[in-house]
Each structure stands twice: as structure tokens, then as C-alpha cells.
């Protein structure tokens, strides 16, 4: 069993905060039951005073077992919300009924577990908090950077010395020095990280890490992505489509209709016009951003039983995610009387965002393989996404 550890720094201090949560995660999203707890549900009956507190679910009595809460959703086992699109379980002081009446080992492995995951290497655990909770997001804005227990990501010289053995690894942590780099913008960093990754992918190996780490080719590299020509227009109209079509899914479902109605209803009226004042206020919220880019690379980027192709799939899904997120805040900023652009909705929409991409490894890749001609993108669709 391995003994190394890598999480960030912030990994022990968390703990959920229950009530007091802005954007609970008992509430509109898919909450996955897994087969072990599913099975241990069904010798198990529903909390007593669900019926007196309106929380049953209908066709569903007192002496329902668990498992009867259980819906197929995208083939995947949920369980069911209530009309008011919250989960049954939710307590009015919003604590978890099962917790109160069975302890915490009745909840699923994804109630028990969020937003922790680890993933288990033969030679190290790694231990991440991920963006679909809006207290991991305040983590994020309160930090000048993220620093990781057992990972040296942001010292060139120190990824020298990681193991050329261990190509995914070594690939991964070059991710996260890249798009860690303040000196430059995160669209500068993304582009680059992502031209590093397809060389690395197409040479199927690393000789010298210093061809990627060496300050003065980074920087001409750097140079070359800023001068492209690009249309913004043309990509935001892009991010549009983007934003139209991942949103979709759960808009047909009801969830999150506070969001995405007028989200969405914003996004097919959508006309160009000039974004100086938005990207402006954008920038106040950079190291956020970038903060957000590194945690999921690391969370993300490389999970047990991944490739360097597999690798390259996150990336994209990453880069989607984040056009997504600017689209969203670019069309709230267009909402907002005042064109304001408020910490609560960026953490809002970074959350949002994220539970609405949070798919496996084999979705994203269905999604890819289904949406362009390749799902290893060139490097020039990159740009244009992000231009
Ligand atoms: S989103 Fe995070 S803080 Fe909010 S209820 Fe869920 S785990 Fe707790």
C-alpha cells in the first residue's frame, strides 16, 4: 500500500457547511447511487417522517425501502428529487436525514465522499477537492496560488527531476506549471499547455523535459500563440453554441432552471458586440481562474487507468468547460442592470459549470468523437474556442 501522499494544502481543513451552503449539492444535480450502496438500501426503510414533512416521493410510502428512491437517469442510478427538485433526504435545517437516523455509512460513496476524490497509484495517493462546490471555490479566491503537500508543480527545475519512466505523471505536473505561470494570461497559458501536450502525445514520450520547461523557448513560444490572428467574434460565437448545447441536457430536465432559463434564453438572443468593459472586469478575477485551471488539471488531468490520448480528452473537456464558464459570466454580465460581475456569480457559474460537465472518461469521449471531425483536436480549434 502505497504511503505518498499528494493533496493540496487546503484538503484537511475542509468541511462542509451544510445550511449555510449558497449552492448545495442536494439540490437539481444527479446524485449518483453506487451498486453496493444501492443493494444495502433495500433491507432498509425510509426515514419515518418523511410522509408528516411532504417528503415523500409520490408513489413511495413510509414502508418503502431506500433503494425505491433510486431513479435511472442517463443510465446512471440517482435519486429521485421531489417536485421542488430537492433531494428527499434533505432535512428543513438542510443536514441529511439518513445521517441523523443511520449514521454516515448509509450515504452513497458520492454523498459520502464529495467533493473529495482520491485516486489510488501504485507508488501514491492523490487526494482532490473539485470545483463543483462553491466552499472549495472560496479556497481558490482567498489563495495567491495553490500549493500541493508531496508536489513541487511550480519549480522548473524540480519537474527536471521527475521521472521520464513515469510519462503521465511528468506530463500532468508540466500542465500545472504551465498554466500556473502568472506572467502570462490563463488563454495564453491553456494554449500553451495544450501545445505542449499534443507534442508530447504525438512524439508518445518525453526525451528532455527541459524542451518544455526552458524559459527563453517558453517565452518565444508565448510570443507565437499572442500574435495569431484571431476573430473574437467568430469564437465567441462559438462559446455560444458550446454554451447552448452543454446546457441543454439539463435544461430539458428542469434542473438548475433558476440559472439556465434566463442563461439560456440570453444565449439564443446573443448579438456580438464589443467586450472591452467585460473583459476588463474578467481580469479581476484572473488568479482565480488560473487557481481553478491548475486544481482541475490536478484532480482531473490523470485518473488511474488513464492514457496519454485519455489525457489529451480531459484537456479539450477542460478548455470546454472553461469557455463555457467565460460565456456564462459574459452573458450574467449581459443581464446584470449595472454590468456588474460579482465574486458570487463567477463562483456561481464555476460551480454550475462544472456539475453540468462533470462526466466519466468514456461520456467525454463520446461527446468528442460525436461533435468534431477528431476527438484529438488541432491545435488551431484550441485557439479559435478560446480566441
Ligand atoms: S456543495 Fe459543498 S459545502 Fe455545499 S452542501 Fe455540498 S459539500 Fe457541503
Known amino acids: 500500500m502505497s ?18 451552503c449558497s449552492f448545495t449539492c442536494c439540490q437539481e444535480w444527479k446524485i449518483s447511487v453506487d451498486r453496493q450502496t444501492k443493494k444495502k438500501w433495500r433491507s432498509v426503510t425510509a426515514p419515518g417522517d418523511l410522509k408528516q414533512n411532504g417528503r415523500l416521493p409520490s408513489g413511495l410510502s413510509e414502508h418503502s425501502s431506500l433503494s425505491q428512491f433510486i431513479k435511472k437517469v442517463d443510465d446512471t442510478d440517482v435519486i429521485g428529487l421531489l417536485p421542488d427538485m430537492k433531494c428527499p433526504f434533505l432535512d428543513c435545517d438542510h443536514l441529511c436525514r439518513l445521517v441523523k437516523e443511520h449514521g454516515e455509512e448509509m450515504l452513497s460513496v458520492t454523498c459520502h465522499e464529495f467533493p473529495r476524490e482520491n485516486h489510488a497509484f501504485p507508488d501514491r495517493t492523490e487526494k482532490a ?20 503537500t508531496g508536489l513541487d508543480y511550480k519549480d522548473g527545475e524540480a519537474l527536471k527531476c521527475g521521472s521520464v519512466n513515469d510519462i503521465l505523471k511528468l506530463t500532468r505536473d508540466l500542465m500545472m506549471f504551465h498554466l500556473s505561470d502568472e506572467s502570462s494570461d490563463n488563454r495564453t497559458n491553456l494554449l500553451t499547455a495544450f501545445f505542449i501536450l499534443l507534442d508530447i502525445y504525438n512524439k508518445d514520450s518525453i526525451d528532455d523535459i527541459k524542451d518544455y520547461t526552458d524559459p527563453e523557448s517558453i517565452i518565444k513560444l508565448k510570443k507565437s500563440i499572442k500574435k495569431l490572428e484571431r476573430n473574437e467574434e467568430d469564437s465567441m460565437n462559438e462559446r455560444n453554441e458550446l454554451f447552448l448545447d452543454i446546457t441543454e441536457n439539463y435544461s430539458s430536465e428542469g434542473r438548475y432552471t433558476g440559472f439556465l432559463k ?7 438572443s446573443f448579438l456580438y458586440d464589443n467586450t472591452d468593459k467585460f473583459n476588463e472586469l474578467l481580469s479581476t478575477y484572473e488568479k482565480l481562474l488560473r487557481n481553478y485551471l491548475v486544481s482541475e488539471t490536478f484532480s482531473n488531468l490523470l485518473i488511474p487507468g488513464m492514457d496519454l490520448r485519455d489525457m489529451v480528452l480531459q484537456f479539450e473537456w477542460m478548455m470546454m468547460e472553461y469557455a463555457s464558464i467565460l460565456q456564462a459570466l459574459y452573458l450574467t454580465w449581459t443581464m446584470t442592470p449595472d454590468h456588474k460581475l460579482t465574486y458570487e456569480s463567477v463562483r456561481d457559474m464555476i460551480v454550475l459549470i462544472s456539475r453540468l460537465t462533470g462526466y466519466d472518461a468514456s461520456d467525454i469521449e463520446e461527446y468528442l468523437t460525436n461533435s468534431f471531425e477528431s476527438p484529438v483536436w488541432d491545435f488551431g480549434y484550441a485557439d479559435f474556442l478560446l480566441g
Open 3 to 20: 504511503t505518498i501522499e499528494i493533496k493540496p494544502d487546503y484538503y484537511d481543513d475542509f468541511h462542509c457547511i451544510g445550511g449555510e
Open 262 to 268: 434566463p442563461l439560456r434564453e440570453a444565449s439564443l
Open 129 to 148: 477537492l473539485v470545483s463543483c462546490c462553491p466552499e472549495i471555490v472560496d479556497r481558490w479566491n482567498e489563495k495567491e496560488t495553490l500549493n500541493f
